[in-house]
């Protein structure tokens, strides 16, 4: 059974870090790719990054400079460091992985990031 097991959500003020890991279960190999999502209320599920197998990685313009995705392959797990947060970055983060032939998508249960004072 695949699963994705995360991590390292919670409240912290603004200007602070969390660190977000989401580890995959139930895979013969390393995942092609891993990444972060994060839904607001009321607003549609966005991409946050995403890592390859390979390192190639994707970042949302307006997380560049503070948020950084790296990867344990071998643990096929994905990290989110997150420094220097906004109350806007509040909102449920999601773990995302999928593979390639076949294409299929397993995402995570999601876990609560909240910014404020």
């Known amino acids: 059974q695949v699963q994705l097991a995360e991590s390292g959500g919670g409240w912290v003020q603004p200007g602070g870090s969390l660190r977000l890991s989401c580890a995959a279960s139930g895979f013969n190999s390393s995942i092609y790719s891993m990444g972060w999502y994060r839904q607001i209320p009321g607003k549609k599920r966005e991409l946050v990054a995403q890592?390859?197998?390979?390192?190639?990685?994707n970042y949302v313009d307006s997380m560049k400079g503070r948020f950084t995705i790296s990867r344990d392959n071998g643990k096929n797990t994905v990290y989110l460091q997150m420094n220097i947060l906004k109350p806007e970055d509040t909102a449920v983060y999601y773990c995302n992985a999928y593979d390639l032939n076949p294409y299929v998508s397993y995402w995570g249960q999601g876990t609560q990031v909240t910014v404020s004072s």
């Open positions: 890592i390859t197998s390979g390192g190639s990685t």
